[in-house]
């Protein structure tokens, strides 16, 4: 199945998780997966979850910014790194950049 992800609405979510400013997604989702790419501009940002019954992958493509873990660990994150956070585990990602911090996320339930 071909996802073409430009010529989706991108849906603006105000605070997102708690986050601060507006996180903007274009998404598909289906019971078992759900497939994002997601913006944040800069000062944005999306608020610690924990992932309860499912886990994520996020690849940056463009930007930088911050991966806060649950844990109080921290990651640097720019454009060709790719975070996992794992079933049961949190984290938060914050764009303290310049410019908008653009990337794709699977998110996989574990049924």
């Given at each position: 199945m071909k996802l073409q992800m430009e010529q989706m609405e991108e849906?603006?979510?105000p605070g997102f998780k708690g986050g601060k400013?507006?996180?903007y997604l274009r998404s598909f989702s289906d019971s078992r997966n759900k497939?994002?790419?997601?913006?944040?501009?800069?000062?944005?940002?999306?608020?610690?979850?924990?992932?309860?019954?499912?886990?994520?992958?996020?690849?940056?493509?463009?930007?930088?910014g911050t991966m806060y873990l649950a844990?109080?660990?921290?990651?640097?994150l720019e454009a060709g790194d790719c975070?996992?956070?794992?079933m049961g585990t949190g984290h938060s990602?914050?764009?303290?950049?310049?410019?908008d911090l653009?990337?794709?996320a699977v998110v996989p339930e574990h049924l």
């Open positions: 849906q603006k979510l400013k507006e996180f497939i994002m790419k997601g913006r944040l501009e800069p000062g944005a940002s999306i608020g610690m979850h924990t992932h309860e019954s499912n886990s994520e992958i996020i690849y940056i493509l463009e930007g930088m844990d109080g660990g921290r990651e640097m975070h996992y956070c794992p990602l914050c764009n303290e950049g310049d410019r653009i990337f794709f």
